[in-house]
């Protein structure tokens, strides 16, 4: 971590006011909870109005509280990820089998709801992202990911893809999305983007205000379920009936060979390695990053092949029966 926020703390401590010695004791003593709180949220928990915590931020030279709130999480994460390095050292993380469709993160994040807020004080931070893009910031809890992870994400849970995830998506249905927020990057949203033409009041029934915190977060995250392994192929379900009945997601990892592609009226998406696609008189090379549709008519008729190893997820409407 660039900041550390702890010795600043520290150092400054004799020059605090009582407000301000109240604030820097609770994140000296529970920084870990300190960092996924609204300034609002801390500045009750101390005893202090949230000004008090916003100029609290600014006398420590941040430019506001959620540049305070990131260097506290990244705190977290960074202390998180070396207990993590120890474990791995001393083999305590064993077989576990962590998948998932996130295919590269570099130290960044899924980012979701930590703390219960009221639609109206979410409504009033969606306003005032048009001044502060950052506004949105204090509302999400920063969750780390690794490359493999699996999450799904449930109907009317608030929640962010971090700068740095490449991932792959899929959503039912794929043209309704609400984005509360007028900015996304450098790119001023217009309200038809942000609520796809619907009144204000009416987007934001689409938001569940009971679904926040680890709970949800623990209940996201999904390992995947092993229908098939050989020598040469693994096949595990990484979405399915359970999770819901709109749409599966099945990944599978040749390692040589070939296998049939069954799934009917599936888009197929190559995460890793390189092959072919084949079926009589037909023939196209794949590799990492391209998709393919296949059609129902073609379920059984047609291979992928690979010297070399291929990843592939299948991702179709409902559960296929061999569920």
């Known amino acids: 971590m660039s900041y550390d926020i702890l010795s600043t703390l520290r150092e400054m401590e004799p020059t605090f006011s009582k407000g301000q010695k109240r604030i820097a004791r609770y ?25 008090t915590v916003v100029r609290f931020a600014v006398d420590l030279g941040f430019d506001g509280y959620p540049s305070m709130q990131k260097a506290m999480q990244e705190m977290v994460l960074n202390r ?9 050292a001393n083999d305590r993380l064993g077989d576990q089998d962590v998948v998932s469709t996130v295919l590269r993160s570099d130290m960044e994040k899924i980012r979701q709801t930590e703390e219960m807020v009221s639609r109206e004080e979410f409504s009033a ?21 690794r490359p ?31 984005q509360p927020e007028h900015w996304c990057g450098d790119y001023r949203l217009s309200d038809r983007e942000m609520y796809l033409g619907l009144p204000k009041d009416t987007a934001m029934d689409c938001f569940n205000f009971g679904l926040y915190g680890p709970e949800v977060v623990a209940a996201g995250r999904k390992t995947p379920r092993v229908l098939l392994e ?19 997601m099945v990944r ?15 888009v197929w998406v190559c995460l890793d390695g390189q092959g072919t696609v084949e079926a009589e008189g037909y023939r196209r090379d794949i590799r990492k990053g391209d998709y393919f549709f296949l059609p129902a008519a073609a379920a059984g008729r047609c291979a992928v ?19």
């Not at 909870?33 to 109005?49: I, Q, Y």
């Not at 998180?80 to 791995?88: A, D």
């Not at 693994?234 to 599966?248: A, H, K, Y």
């Not at 291929?310 to 296929?320: E, Q, R």
């Open 27 to 51: 994140i000296t003593e529970d920084y870990d909870k300190a960092a996924f709180m609204t300034a609002n949220r801390l500045g009750k928990t101390v005893g202090v109005s949230e000004a």
């Open 305 to 323: 092949a690979t010297e070399s190893g291929v990843t592939l997820v299948c991702c179709a409407g409902g559960a296929p029966a061999s569920f």
């Open 80 to 88: 998180l990820t070396s207990v993590q390095r120890i474990e791995v």
């Open 230 to 248: 050989t020598p040469h192929l693994r096949t595990e379900v990484l979405i399915g009936p359970e999770d819901t009945p709109c749409f599966s």
């Open 125 to 145: 931070a969606v306003e005032r992202s048009e001044a502060d893009p950052e506004a949105m910031t204090a509302f999400v809890n920063r969750i780390p990911v």
């Open 252 to 266: 599978h990892t040749l390692k040589s060979g070939s296998f049939s592609l069954e799934a009917p009226a599936s």
């Open 148 to 178: 493999g992870d699996v999450f799904f994400v449930g109907a009317g849970v608030i929640h962010a893809i971090g700068a740095g995830c490449l991932l792959l998506e899929v959503q039912e249905p794929t043209d309704f999305t609400i």
